[in-house]
């Protein structure tokens, strides 16, 4: 991390500057020109480190590039596995454990009439390229897929994206055993059109995911509602009924209204931004800069990247004939508006970026922004690192990841809302955990929010794909949280901590009386301990000291039922579930 003395140039704000980020330098991609298409965000090694997957689609083909996160800003560049020597003209990319064994697959699409791409993660740091089905044996002229379970039978299943040949899309069906069904007919896999993204989303929040397909090349964009695994193609005034050239869609509920809008980023027109009214009924907003500006715009991501609550909007720009583009950064002031941001690198740096995703690199609470560029093969991609966290009061944040256990591992679909007091008003966030966030791009998996002034996270409440729902109260702001999924509102919780050093465990558990606390390794000399009901009341607190493996203690007589003990060690939190019968 950077001195703050370099940052507090100003009492002025990021925000009043435009400074959001800085490029990042010394990383092994600002020596490699690459024709790079997707970016997504993935932790692939489970080492609580978010690395980077680029994707490179000449027509002549190109190797895929997989950079492992090595902690403190550093990063190399894996060689020697089946997912990086493909040599294959790539588009977009999805990453989720499809297998269920806890390790993140990928997806891979190729263009120019070649297959596409299935590779197993093994959890050894190898990848196995798997051809023996229909996801490895398809392709010709894919542009992107989304991993997505949209039976709810807790196995990610799989929608492919074609912009050329018939051009129909692929649905692939996960039949729970590391093989998948092609779909032969139905309104996602019949309909036909040039089709660049692909996203789910539960846009009607009935609990299952819909798909939303963005087609090119003026047509319209086709969005399927989901009705127990029947999928019914909408006619929604304006959002699939307006012909045009989308490439990119990305969701969001940029205006904490309860309910998921849409950005579309288009190519030689303006983009639009479709707020929900719920019922089948979007709007388009016409009057902000993000509907009037007019670019030649493909991948878009929302983060909420100066963590005020509200999240931002990023769109990138490519291919005008010799010569080169800005991208845009659009700041949500919280009103339903937005305001541009024309300075600072993010805005003014030129080239041609396809994709691009969100994710905190450097686990310090802000999200950053990977660019993937390919201005005539010729352009380094671009790592752009948010400063927010080092002005000199920060505003707070919090993150997520969540495990399934009834639903896919990934969690995929599973929708968090965060309430939270912030600037004097109870406010409510909400994210989809999502495979694909934006036309070649994925944002990491846990979900981020920015919560400003609040010092405290008043409640959560999580809505697994398998239909359960839980709640947990009174969590600490400025953290990273691994979220179990539970039965009701019992849950497992810890801190996800980027020492990766042994955690905190409780026996004998359930307890009778007395129990054994090994503690998590830690240079504070004095370890603070709370048990918690589950809505979050402290019933005991306490101190203990650090030394020894572990320490016995013994319980108050009257606990019994299900209880949190939440060990606290300096800025560290461990959270685990006890039985005290």
């Known amino acids: 991390m950077r001195s703050k003395l370099f940052i507090l140039l100003s009492s002025l704000s ?70 990086v020597q493909d040599a294959d003209p790539s588009d977009g990319a999805t990453w989720a454990d499809y297998d269920n064994d806890e390790n993140t697959d990928c997806f891979v699409a190729n263009w ?121 193609s909408l006619s929604i005034s304006g959002l699939t009924t307006t012909v045009g050239n989308t490439q990119s869609a990305s969701w969001a509920d940029y205006d904490l209204d309860g309910d998921f809008d849409v950005f579309l ?55 005008s004939t010799g010569s080169t583009l800005n991208n845009y950064l659009y700041l949500n002031n919280g009103d339903g508006s937005f305001s541009k941001i024309d300075t600072g690198v993010v805005s003014t740096d030129l080239g041609w970026t396809f994709g691009a995703a969100f994710g905190d690199h450097d686990g310090d609470g802000d999200m950053d922004l990977m660019c993937a560029n390919n201005f005539n093969g010729t352009q380094t991609n671009s790592l752009y690192e948010n400063l927010t966290s080092e002005e000199a009061s920060p505003p707070h944040w919090v993150t997520f990841r969540l495990k399934g256990d009834a639903s896919n591992q990934s969690a995929i679909g599973a929708i968090i809302r965060v309430y939270a007091s912030i600037s004097g008003q109870q406010r409510i966030q909400m994210r989809q955990i999502s495979a694909q966030t934006g036309y070649c791009g994925q944002n990491m998996l846990p979900a981020h929010f920015g919560l400003g002034d609040a010092t405290i996270i008043d409640s959560i409440n999580i809505i697994w794909p398998a239909g359960s729902s ?16 539970g039965v009701g509102t019992v849950v497992g919780l810890m801190k996800d901590k980027t020492s990766h050093s042994s955690g905190l465990y409780l026996y004998p558990n359930p307890s009778t009386g007395p129990m054994s606390i090994d503690l998590p390794k830690t240079d504070e000399e004095i370890i603070h301990v709370e048990i918690l009901d589950l809505r979050g009341n402290t019933i005991k607190e306490f101190t203990l000291p650090n030394g020894k493996g572990h320490q016995s203690v ?12 939440r060990v606290k060690c300096g800025d560290e939190l461990w959270v685990e579930r006890l039985q005290i019968n």
């Open 14 to 83: 990021f925000a009043a500057l435009g400074q959001h980020f800085q490029k990042v330098q010394n990383v092994p991609w600002n020596s490699e020109n690459n024709d790079s298409r997707a970016v997504a965000w993935v932790d692939y090694n489970r080492n609580g480190l978010q690395d980077i997957f680029i994707t490179n689609g000449p027509g002549f083909g190109q190797n895929n590039i997989l950079y492992r996160n090595d902690g403190n800003g550093e990063f190399t560049r894996i060689t020697g596995i089946p997912l």
């Open 112 to 232: 120019y009439g070649r297959d596409n791409l299935l590779y197993r993660n093994d959890g050894s740091g190898n990848f196995s390229q798997i051809s023996n089905g229909p996801v490895g044996n398809d392709g010709g002229h894919s542009e992107t897929g989304s991993w997505g379970d949209y039976d709810a039978d807790g196995y990610v299943d799989l929608y492919v994206t074609n912009s050329d040949g018939d051009k129909k899309n692929f649905l692939y069906h996960n039949n729970g055993d590391g093989t998948f069904t092609a779909i032969g007919n139905g309104d996602p896999v019949d309909d036909t059109g040039f089709s660049r993204g692909v996203n789910w989303i539960d846009y009607d929040l009935d609990g299952d995911v819909d798909l939303f397909v963005v087609n090119e090349l003026n047509e319209t964009n086709q969005l399927y509602r989901n009705d127990d695994s029947i999928f019914t």
């Open 265 to 319: 980023s288009n190519f030689n027109q303006d983009n639009q931004l479709y707020r929900n009214e719920g019922l089948d009924s979007f709007t388009l907003v016409l009057s902000d800069v993000v509907s009037t500006d007019g670019g030649r715009s493909f991948g878009s991501n929302w983060a909420d990247i100066n963590n005020d609550g509200f999240e931002d909007l990023f769109v990138a720009n490519a291919y």
């Open 470 to 485: 839980q709640m947990l109260s009174m969590l600490d702001v400025d953290s990273n949280y691994v979220v179990l999924e």
């Open 554 to 565: 013994t319980l108050p007589s009257y606990l019994q039922g299900l209880f949190l003990v």
